[in-house]
């Protein structure tokens, strides 16, 4: 048998609770391992995929696949090659075919198909909405396709440069996009597209 305890006997002999560790912050669950490589991942292709991102695109959304965006891959592999010493004759060619095609796309084919020559230069110079002066810059595009191959000297980038300006162009008289802000009015706070 227990001998005869005493009143303050049973409290000495129980122990004090004990608490639960704490959650250790590293290394993290597997969960946090894969959400870091998405991230990097992410990261990765969009560094890898600038240039196109890049194109300023005139409407809201991703608009992959459409004639904008053909036509500034088409040119900056075009200004590419032509870094890379790409025959200025060849080049100029592939160019002049880009921007008949950009303008068609652009404005239709019964607005510029027929047009050769400085008619072609004029109608540049007017549609164009950022007013690249295609008089100056563009007869290389008049006199290359005759000239013998190392008579043809100019500076084919600017011509490159304003034509995919003019893609990420907007149309003229168009309204342009911004993404949903808050504008305040007299009658309090709307919002804006």
Sequence with gaps: MDPILTPLQ????????????????????????????????????????????????????????????????????LGRRARAGQDVKTTLGELSELLRRIAMARL????????????????LSAHDPNGFPWHEHGRLLLVAPYAPPSGVAGDIQILIRAAEAWVSA????????????????????????
Aim: hydrophobic share 45%; charged share 20%; proline share 12%.
């Design 108 to 123: 239709g084919r019964a607005a510029c198909a027929g047009l050769t020559g400085s008619a072609w230069l004029d109608w």
């Design 10 to 77: 049973p409290v000495q002999t129980l122990r004090d609770i004990r608490d639960i560790p704490p959650i250790p912050w590293w290394p993290p669950a597997p969960g946090w391992w894969l959400l870091l490589l998405a991230l990097i991942l992410i990261g990765y292709l969009v560094w890898r995929w600038r240039a196109p991102l890049s194109l300023r695109i005139p409407i809201p959304g991703l608009t992959l696949g459409t004639w904008r965006w053909d036509a500034a891959s088409a040119l900056r592999d």
């Design 170 to 193: 907007r149309e003229p008289g168009a309204r342009p996009w911004r993404p949903w802000r808050l504008t305040s009015t007299s009658r309090g706070v709307t919002g804006d597209v």
